[in-house]
Nanobody, 125 residues
């Protein structure tokens, strides 16, 4: 199973950006998909996750109301729409997957099964 994140870039505070994660191999429609991020000098932290069928989502308090996770099972892809970005959102964004149609999805780094390589998001002030 391979996860490939894309769509990061350099934006200004207040802008929006959407990152994507394509999954190759395995059974995408059985995975709980998640986004994590890691800022320089900080630990990787949970951002959001989504149930295998898209019916439920969960967000970190720091992004609730600004970010939206979604998925397209026909395209084996999960998205993270990020609005009202601030410099504090600057990080490498990683997608992750947990098989087995688990919900609530795990928020811990150590409980994720598969990881993508990350995509850099930089927000300038």
């Amino acid at each position: 199973v391979q996860l490939q994140a894309s769509g990061g870039g350099l934006v200004q505070a207040g802008d929006s950006l959407r990152v994507s994660c394509a999954v190759y191999g395995g059974f995408f429609d059985s995975y709980t998909m998640a986004w994590f991020r890691q800022a320089p000098g900080k630990e990787r932290e949970f951002v959001a996750n989504i149930r295998w069928n898209g019916a439920n989502t969960d967000y970190a308090d720091s992004v609730k109301g600004r970010f939206a996770i979604s998925r397209d099972n026909a395209k084996n892809t999960v998205y993270l729409q990020m609005n009202s970005l601030t410099p504090e959102d600057t990080a490498i964004y990683y997608c992750a997957a947990v098989p087995g149609r688990i919900w609530p999805g795990p928020r811990n780094v150590g409980e994720q099964t598969y990881w993508g390589q990350g995509t850099q998001v930089t927000v300038s002030s």
